[in-house]
């Protein structure tokens, strides 16, 4: 009830291309899911987050996709770029776990020139 | 500037010593974290705490111990117990359980 299941492992883009990363979770009184970015040595950073009152959320190039009666969400990154290669961690928590983070297994992108 | 510090950067522990990995924020935080992070496995939690003077604890809790003894600071002690206890440790904190976390930049222990 408390996971959270993250996919790919591992992913390959070439620059321009999309990246997209899934994550399932199974506890319907989740209700905030962010992804972070990490990258070698150092802490994950906030990249972008939704709550289940809305579909999509888009920032930038990284879009949120938010599918409530799936428990699924998934992280698409637009126009990937070398830089955006990282290690990429979904999480997701609620009031019935006391606000901790449940984080998926991560997910390595590496961007081709 | 706002922010996490945890210190230090590297740790080396030799078999049977306790250590203490710092973690301070400035943010004004009430909700605090300690995560551990091993190769392929993600972050697993080990304690956290709401609010000062309280703290529960997580997935993973055994061979270590926290302090909440004010808003600022959250220690974490790896003590002898832990047998496997070289990782990278993150510290987080947010406004409030559920709500935003930001990250240290993490302490690398290892077991010499």
């Known amino acids: 009830q408390q996971q959270v299941k993250q996919s790919p492992q591992s992913l390959i883009v070439q620059k321009g291309g999309i990246s997209i990363i899934n994550c399932a979770y199974e506890?319907?009184?989740?209700?905030?899911f962010p992804w972070y970015q990490q990258f070698p040595g150092k802490g994950p950073a906030l990249l972008i987050a939704?709550?289940?009152?809305?579909s999509e959320k888009k920032e930038g190039r990284f879009t949120i996709s938010f599918n409530k009666s799936a428990k699924q969400f998934s992280l698409h990154i637009m126009d990937s770029q070398p830089g955006d290669s990282a290690t990429y961690f979904c999480?997701?928590?609620?009031?019935?776990?006391?606000?901790?983070?449940?984080f998926g297994q991560g997910t390595t992108l590496q961007v081709k020139p | 500037d706002g922010g996490i510090t945890q210190s230090p950067k590297y740790l080396f522990r030799k078999e049977g010593q306790n250590v203490t990995l710092s973690c301070e924020q400035n943010l004004n935080h009430d909700a605090m974290y300690w995560y551990r992070q091993d190769p392929g496995q993600g972050l697993r939690l080990i304690y956290y705490?709401?609010?000062?003077?309280?703290?529960q604890k997580g997935d993973i809790a055994e061979g270590y111990s926290v302090s909440r003894e004010k808003k600022e600071s959250f220690p974490l002690t790896v003590t002898s117990a832990q047998k496997n206890p070289t990782a990278f440790y993150l510290c987080?904190?947010?406004?409030?359980?559920?709500?935003?976390?930001?990250f240290g930049q993490g302490t690398r222990l290892t077991v010499v």
């Open positions: 999480a997701a928590s609620g009031s019935s776990n006391t606000g901790k983070l449940i």
């Open positions: 939704i709550r289940p009152d809305v």
């Open positions: 506890n319907t009184a989740f209700d905030y």
């Open positions: 987080a904190s947010s406004i409030t359980p559920g709500n935003k976390a930001f």
């Open positions: 705490s709401q609010i000062v003077n309280d703290f």
